[in-house]
């Protein structure tokens, strides 16, 4: 096992990074820029490299400085988090190159599920459902259209380079579809330097389930249930649960099984989550593959009593996964609530400044908060906007969902505007009580939560 590491991020994951490492006897490096020089992750970590300036292009993002701190300081091996350098190829190169260890999938993983209609051209071949669509090379404005036109609209465009709900359209009729190619294309281009789509049926009602996997080196693999992420925002993930309400085992296996599928074609290693839309007749289609650790795997955590980050690093430093598929146990249901600064009245406008007063609900074993601010933090401009993530476990879904509502009741922030309320209202609503959850679940309860 490695003695030291260097975790490449900042905030709540930086922190939760730690507090593992620190579990298992693993000396940390914690690296920051001006705005973070007295942040709580700083704080934790055993030593502490300033790598710049706040923005994160210079800092966070600049891969050359994150080696440099660990060759400074000795770390053997870098965990990235989630978002910054954890799906760059280019890094993980570097990395290795300084005999440092990546602890992620190996590159060609990356790189094969960095672009979407790559990683469908893989899927297809793996025998793994796809979305309907058309992901090919032949970028001709008129051949993506007839594909639109053939399989009939709803269609919905993404970029291929696309992630974060960035770069879709969904186009309903063909005489609206030039102009929504027209602008998807340049909104990917101005997000991600690149404008290449693909073109895919849209579902109406999907749910969104993706499946955590595991890989180690020696050739085995599992996977670790299933997290309904149906709730969203503008394509973005607002709360989080597990086990999917209403899965039957005989889904969760092939579902399962699939996404391994999915893994051994790209010969993954690590921790990875295939993403899948469920339709409403029980088909699920393939989506992507996302090569990280995700915000949301506390809930994955919650229900199998894993700690996933302690997994990754095992399998980092070459040992066999610590279970196989027939010793994990799926117990109880799991909610997570991501808590962001943001303002719902105002088209959820990023908020920032000093967070004056917070009350957390008291942590318990099935209460936990990840977080990476304390009392008396800013939350600036630089990053990510969100304050927290209050994860909470009850024997059913009903039980859960009651000590989710609670606990966020009890969370009390002052100094900045946030989203608990919003939360607290898609918590209590009826039809998420019910569990009737799709991916246009706010949406069509808007009068319920707001
Ligand atoms: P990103 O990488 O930008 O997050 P994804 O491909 O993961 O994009 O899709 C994000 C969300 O968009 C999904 O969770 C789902 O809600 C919605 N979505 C994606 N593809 C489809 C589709 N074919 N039909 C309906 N909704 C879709």
Redo the contacts with the bound molecule.
Sequence with gaps: MFTKILIANRGEIACRIIKTAREMGILTVAVYSDADADSLHVNMADEAIHIGGSPSRESYLIGDKVIEAAIRTGAQAIHPGYGFLSENADFCRKCAKQNIVFIGPPVPAIEAMGS?SAAKVIMEKANVPL?PGYHGDDQNPAIIKQAADDMGYPV?L?ATA?????G?RQVWSESEFDEALAAAKRESLSSFGDDTMLV????TQ?R?VEIQVFCDNHNNAVYLFERD?SV?RR?QKVIEEAPAPGMSEELRKQMGESAIQSAKAIGYQGAGTV?F?LDVDGSFYF??MNTRLQVEHPVTEMISGQDLVEWQLRVAAGETLPLKQNELVLNGHAFEARIYAEDPNNDFLPATGKLNYLRIPVESEHVRIDTGVRQGDDVSVFYDPMIAKLIVWGENREKALQLLAKSLMEYRIQGVTTNIDFLYNLATAKPFQQADLD?GFIEKHHDLIF
């Design positions: 979407k979305v919905l993404k696309g992630g974060g709900g960035k879709m895919e049926k849209y579902l999907p969104h992420c969203q394509h993403e839309l989506m992507e991916t």
